[in-house]
């Protein structure tokens, strides 16, 4: 039997992209998934998705840019359920835009929306994950790891991210699994036209998916799985593709030698 039966998985922004596809997985394993996100249709579709695939699934509308909203949409999740085994923070944005065109309030939307609304919905559910020595998973980046030319104010978000999570394995309660999750590129549909150059003096190669690095897009279900597998061995980290490991290993070792090998393969500017 499956170690996730009856286990309750909340993944916010589990409508659409990376978010759903981690749902799905949870589900397909016999866990019972919740969504939040802010569009009620797409998290309609979405549970309808999922209901077709034989997963039991709710979802709520929760901005997780409002505490009172993650507080209120927590204490339902404890009243009608009785518990939560992981948290799943998803929700994130990108970006493409030159350092030098990047406002502060740029870096303060991003900080906001990939940094401190997984800060804010980790600790609301840490009561409750510590009662079930569950999973907390916080999904950062390639771009948790690395800077790479035009993605500024999503790098600062990603690494900020993954300082707060490594906190949270060294001095979060003991029996509650963290793990940051780092995936490059993802692959989907709309992958190469969704990042608008929010910058005038953006190359075309950097609008394209991990901001034109070269690494091969992921298979979202690939991801997803491998979440779910990580959760299960309690791993603290996921790195994806794995082989990246071996340059950030480089940079970690020599901060000069790490950014010579980027540049070497990173979009120039114009
Ligand atoms: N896509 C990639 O290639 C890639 C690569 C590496 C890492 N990641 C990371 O993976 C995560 C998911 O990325 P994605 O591209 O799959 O996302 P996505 O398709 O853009 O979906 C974002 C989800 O978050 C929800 N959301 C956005 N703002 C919200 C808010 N304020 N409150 C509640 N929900 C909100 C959206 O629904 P509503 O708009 O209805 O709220 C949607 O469900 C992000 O953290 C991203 O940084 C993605």
Redesign the pocket.
């Known amino acids: 039997m499956s170690q996730w039966r009856e286990k309750r998985v909340l993944v916010?922004?589990?409508?659409?992209?990376?978010?759903?596809?981690i749902a799905r997985a949870f589900g397909k394993q016999g866990a019972k998934v919740i969504?939040?996100?802010?569009?009620?249709e797409?998290?309609r579709t979405?549970v309808e998705r999922l209901h077709e695939d034989q997963i039991e699934a709710s979802y709520e509308?929760?901005?997780?840019?409002?505490a009172t909203a993650v507080n209120e949409g927590m204490q339902a999740i404890e009243k009608h359920y009785g518990r939560l085994d992981v948290l799943v923070?998803?929700?994130?944005?990108?970006t493409r835009i030159p350092l030098g065109e990047a406002s502060l309030e740029t870096y303060q939307e991003f900080m906001r929306?990939?940094f401190e609304?997984a800060v804010q919905c980790s600790l609301t559910a840490m009561p409750l994950l510590e009662k079930t020595g569950g999973h907390l998973v916080n999904?950062?980046?390639?771009?948790s790891k690395t800077a790479w030319p035009y993605m500024a104010p999503?790098t600062a978000s990603?690494f900020a991210l993954a300082g707060f999570t490594q906190q949270c394995r060294l001095e979060g309660p003991s029996n509650v699994h963290t793990m940051l999750?780092?995936?490059?590129?993802?692959?989907?549909t709309d992958?190469g036209s969704?990042y608008a150059r929010d910058g005038s003096n953006v190359p075309q190669s950097a609008a394209k998916?991990?901001g034109g690095a070269p690494v091969k897009?992921?298979s979202?279900e690939r991801v997803a799985n491998l979440i779910v597998r990580g959760c299960q061995r309690r791993t603290a980290e996921l790195i994806l593709p794995a082989w990246l490991r071996c340059l950030f290993s480089v940079s970690a070792c020599s901060a000069s030698l790490g950014d010579w090998i980027l540049k070497q393969v990173a979009p120039q500017s114009k």
Request: glycine letters at 16%; charged letters at 20%.
């Open positions: 916010t922004g589990g409508s659409q992209g990376l978010g759903f596809s969504l939040w996100a802010r569009d009620s797409r998290l979405a509308t929760v901005d997780v840019l409002d923070n998803a929700v994130g944005k990108s929306l990939n609304t999904i950062g980046s390639l771009s999503y990603k999750v780092c995936p490059g590129p993802i692959r989907r992958a969704r998916p991990g897009g992921l979202p």
